[in-house]
């Protein structure tokens, strides 16, 4: 089945690495997605990786993905303010949808 | 500006009312899908269209509907409306008919629906 699940609340200093966390449930993931919303705006593409992948590296996001605990995880290094929003995990299963987690609201204070 | 176009970016209406949410899709892209956010559900897809034909289809109400006209935009009708169908609804367009990233599965800003 799909669900995705994400922690609701992250709060982190300026200057320090935030790391957000989803679980999934589906094996037949092929792609898994990053998303960022901020206040009154859309969602934005982050970052995603392919499932025969293990990590991806992209400036300052790290993807880690552990497809034996169904685990993937966005670390964003040198956190700023602008970093503040929500987060979604997305997976792709069938290829048409993407089924979203619960998302997790990232509070960076100075 | 991610290139997909919602309108209205906000609507009140009251219960029991019908209304219609437009979205145009980035140039080029032939697919576009409808979300629902709200706060009970999360984020929830409801429909998809590619080049005028419904292609999969997801929690979406007997209440709701869709299509997608020849110049490739989509409305989205909302009828008998209930409070709790107050949320933002977003479109997304892509050039296939997947999330594959190379498709440029983009997200436009949203509509927020009110229902009082």
């Known amino acids: 089945g799909e669900d995705v699940e994400q922690s609701l609340f992250l709060s982190v200093r300026e200057g320090d690495s935030s790391v957000i966390n989803c679980t999934y449930t589906?094996?037949?993931?092929?792609?898994l997605y990053w998303y960022k919303q901020e206040p009154g705006a859309g969602l934005q593409l982050l970052t995603y990786?392919?499932?025969?992948?293990d990590m991806k590296q992209d400036q300052r996001l790290t993807v880690l993905l552990n497809k034996k605990d169904k685990h993937l995880s966005l670390r964003i290094a040198d956190t700023q303010t602008g970093d503040s929003a929500i987060y979604f995990c997305?997976?792709?299963?069938?290829?048409?949808?993407?089924?979203f987690g619960t998302g997790t609201q990232l509070k960076v204070e100075l | 500006d991610s290139g997909v176009t919602q309108t209205p970016k906000h609507l009140i209406t009251a219960t029991g009312q019908r209304v219609t949410l437009r979205c145009s899709p980035r140039?080029?892209?032939?697919?576009v899908y409808w979300y629902q956010q709200s706060l009970d559900q999360g984020l929830q897809f409801l429909i998809q269209?590619?080049?005028?034909?419904?292609?999969a289809k997801g929690n979406i109400l007997e209440r709701f509907s869709a299509q997608q006209f020849p110049d490739l935009h989509s409305e989205l009708n909302l009828s008998s409306l209930e409070l709790g169908d107050s949320a933002l609804y977003f479109c997304?367009?892509?050039?296939?008919?997947?999330?594959?990233?190379?498709?440029?599965?983009?997200f436009g800003s949203g509509t927020r629906l009110t229902v009082v």
């Open positions: 997304a367009s892509s050039v296939g008919q997947g999330t594959d990233p190379a498709y440029g599965y983009t």
């Open positions: 140039s080029g892209d032939l697919s």
């Open positions: 990786i392919f499932s025969n992948m």
């Open positions: 269209y590619y080049n005028g034909e419904e292609r």
């Open positions: 589906d094996s037949s993931s092929t792609y």
């Open positions: 997305a997976e792709s299963i069938w290829g048409n949808k993407l089924t």
